[in-house]
């Protein structure tokens, strides 16, 4: 699975747009992108994925850059329910051998009114 | 609600001693992971398992043993614990096998004294 890097920390304020950056460089082509989220001590959870065209759902929007080399998670309207653990992991969508999610450090996202 | 049932969720035992973890998968979810959760560790993969059979093992101690039963509930079994071994576990469970999207429980805290 291809390498990220990703901020430590990030501030919002909210009701802005929160946007997450995600550096991917070795990604390769059958290599999605997927993004989760941990609230303090919650079990993780799965926000969005991708593998080249951008993407929207009910939580958030993926833009990943034409090169695939990074990619950015909006957060369109941030609350302070949103601040946690973004996780970005780079992987294939189905793994017969069944390895699991590899977590970095991911970037601290802070909310704040 | 991840639909991911993890007991229980608070565990306090004594160093030396052995505990049992439950995990109830989705409805329909046919693989199981494990993932541990340390302050100084992060999120790491411990075992998978699919349809009962073990699939995939990460950082995984010999101490540990993990088993998915008929039902596909799993329970994950920590012995001759020590303090180090204190930490969140996870439970996640996925439709197939090695897949992206994975639903994760809300945890078992354990603290060995």
């Known amino acids: 699975d291809a390498k990220t890097t990703q901020p430590p920390s990030m501030d919002c304020a909210e009701g802005r747009a929160a946007n997450l950056p995600c550096n991917h460089s070795?990604?390769?082509?059958?290599?999605?992108v997927y993004w989760y989220r941990q609230i303090h001590s919650q079990g993780p959870q799965y926000i969005i994925h991708?593998?080249?065209n951008n993407e929207t759902n009910e939580m958030a929007s993926l833009i990943i850059t034409e090169d695939r080399k990074s990619s950015t998670l909006i957060l369109p309207h941030a609350t302070l329910r949103d601040t946690a653990v973004y996780y970005c992991?780079?992987?294939?969508?189905?793994?017969?051998?069944?390895?699991?999610?590899?977590f970095g450090k991911g970037t601290t996202l802070s909310v704040s009114s | 609600d991840s639909g991911v049932t993890q007991t229980p969720k608070h565990l306090i035992t004594a160093t030396g001693q052995r505990v049992t973890l439950r995990c109830s998968p989705r409805s329909g979810d046919l693989s199981v992971y494990w993932y541990q959760q340390s302050l100084d560790q992060g999120l790491q993969f411990l075992i998978h398992?699919?349809?009962?059979?073990?699939?995939a093992k990460g950082n995984i101690l010999e101490r540990f043993s993990a088993q998915q039963f008929p039902d596909l509930h799993s329970e994950l079994n920590l012995s001759s614990l020590e303090l180090g071994d204190s930490a969140l576990y996870f439970c996640?469970?996925?439709?197939?096998?090695?897949?992206?999207?994975?639903?994760f429980g809300a945890g078992t805290r354990l603290s060995v004294l």
């Open positions: 398992y699919y349809n009962g059979e073990e699939r």
């Open positions: 992991i780079v992987r294939v969508a189905h793994n017969q051998a069944g390895t699991a999610l590899i």
């Open positions: 996640a469970s996925s439709g197939g096998q090695g897949e992206g999207i994975q639903y």
């Open positions: 991708g593998l080249k």
């Open positions: 070795t990604i390769s082509g059958n290599e999605y």
